[in-house]
């Protein structure tokens, strides 16, 4: 359990699997508490990444 939210540039070659794609971008979340996005702009990758951030902060009230 990594918990890791991970925001990759490139899709991985699951893409093709609609349930692989929820379990790895959704689901897997409930499980080990980290997550996958796959998004090619970099600006928007940074600002998926401190959302993400921002979003822990609050639960943790820091």
């Not at 794609?21 to 940074?46: H, I, Q, W």
């Amino acid at each position: 359990a990594s918990g890791v939210y991970t925001v990759l540039g490139l899709p991985p070659k699951i893409m093709g699997s609609p349930n692989v794609v929820k379990l790895l971008t959704e689901d897997v979340e409930n499980v080990v508490g980290g997550k996958f996005a796959v998004e090619p702009d970099p600006m928007r990758m940074a600002e998926l990444m401190a959302a993400h951030i921002e979003k822990k902060r609050k639960a943790l009230g820091i």
